[in-house]
């Protein structure tokens, strides 16, 4: 265990990022699921820009890669421009 209050410190803040970090994950990805099962088109259509802009923040904040990122977002926007 750390014995130095710097260490201490950055152990409590840790954890408490860690949890914020895995919120924000997994809200995102819980959107995103809800996205790919919708059907009606208008309905994906207004989704999307929320969904985009989640996974921005996740990037800015370095939870997941910048790429991945792109690559959900191009997938998603091909989902639903595909919807009828």
Not at 1 to 14: D, E, V, W, Y
């Amino acid at each position: 265990m750390a014995n130095h209050k710097s260490s201490l410190k950055r152990i409590r803040q840790t954890v408490i990022r860690t949890a914020r970090n895995k919120y924000y994950h997994k809200t995102t990805r819980n959107a995103i699921k809800v996205l790919r099962g919708t059907t009606d088109k208008k309905v994906a259509a207004e989704a999307l820009p929320k969904v985009v802009a989640m996974l921005d923040k996740l990037v800015k904040r370095n939870i997941i890669h910048k790429n991945k990122a792109a690559n959900l977002k191009s997938s998603l926007t091909i989902l639903v421009n595909g919807l009828a």
